[in-house]
């Protein structure tokens, strides 16, 4: 099992960068994607959700209406857009895979509930 995240990076304030989770290993039509992101001294929190079983998604209130989640379940791979990013969305991003089922669709962002993590990749937001 993998997940790979690319296309992290160093933007200004109000830029964007595309996120890519490359998924091998697992049937990826039976799980959610998700993506969380984690700060120098901070805990490690949901971003955005998707469900390949359905195309459902789910974002944080903090990122809603600037990132946008995507799934090419032909290509086992989930994207993350990031359009006006702020200093504060920096963080290393992580995407995870969880096996779809009612309590992940109602709590999107349970750390515990998710089977595969990727390795991170580095955003970094300058002002």
């Known amino acids: 099992v993998q997940l790979v995240e690319s296309g992290g990076g160093l933007v200004q304030a109000g830029g964007s960068l595309r996120l890519s989770c490359a998924a091998s290993g697992f049937t990826f039509d039976e799980y959610a994607i998700g993506w969380f992101r984690q700060a120098p001294g901070r805990e490690r929190e949901g971003v955005s959700w998707?469900?390949?079983?359905?195309?459902?998604?789910y974002y944080a209130d903090s990122v809603k209406g600037r990132y946008t989640i995507s799934s090419d379940n032909a290509k086992n791979t989930v994207y993350l857009q990031m359009n006006s990013l702020k200093p504060e969305d920096t963080a290393v991003y992580y995407c995870a895979a969880g096996k779809v089922h009612p309590f992940l669709r109602d709590y999107p962002f349970t750390i515990r509930e998710y089977d595969y993590w990727g390795q991170g990749t580095q955003v970094t937001v300058s002002s």
């Open positions: 998707i469900s390949s079983t359905d195309g459902r998604t």
